[in-house]
């Protein structure tokens, strides 16, 4: 039987090998597609369908190294949500990159203002995402 060091030990261990990306998307196609390329790099990934789930499980201690958010969600957009994550005491240091279709001229601007440390723009190009992740 292993007992609670051991295994907070494993666990411990675990998230040094594998770094974690919490993924905040409305779509559950884009979550799907993001958790398959990023697990196929060996990253751990967990998701949520709207910010504000985002925000309660943001305020656990759950392992989450770096976030993707999309900014344009319904209910609480990525516009509103970074500066609450960005908010939280023990979250204020974790990356968060903004994951968007809106590629207009200024939108990187506005997503960085928010409080972003990074924008990518859909369709996603998977070496610039990586090399955005590198950094963490």
Same mark, same amino acid.
């Given at each position: ?23 905040? +998307?409305?779509?559950? !196609? ?14 751990? @990934?967990?998701? !949520?369908? $709207? *910010? ?10 759950? /392992?989450? +190294? ?7 969600? %319904? +209910?609480?957009?990525?516009?509103? *949500?970074? %500066? ?6 023990? !979250?204020?240091?974790? %990356? /968060?990159?903004? /994951? ?10 506005? @997503?960085? !203002? ?8 859909? %369709?996603? $190009? /998977? ?6 992740? *590198?950094?963490?």
């Amino acid at each position: 039987m292993i007992d609670s060091l051991t295994h907070a030990l494993l666990k411990e261990a675990t998230s040094m090998s594998k770094k974690r990306i919490l993924i905040i +998307d409305d779509d559950a !196609r884009n979550i799907f597609a993001l958790t398959a390329t990023l697990r196929a790099k060996s990253f751990d @990934c967990i998701s !949520r369908q $709207d *910010a504000q789930e985002a925000l309660e499980l943001l305020q656990t201690d759950e /392992v989450v +190294d770096a976030i993707l958010i999309d900014m344009m969600m %319904p +209910d609480m957009d990525g516009y509103e *949500a970074i %500066p609450r994550i960005k908010g939280i005491e023990k !979250r204020k240091d974790t %990356p /968060v990159f903004s /994951v968007t279709a809106q590629a207009m001229v200024g939108d990187r601007e506005k @997503c960085l !203002r928010a409080g972003a440390d990074g924008y990518i723009s859909k %369709p996603i $190009d /998977v070496d610039k995402l990586l090399e955005m992740l *590198a950094s963490i």
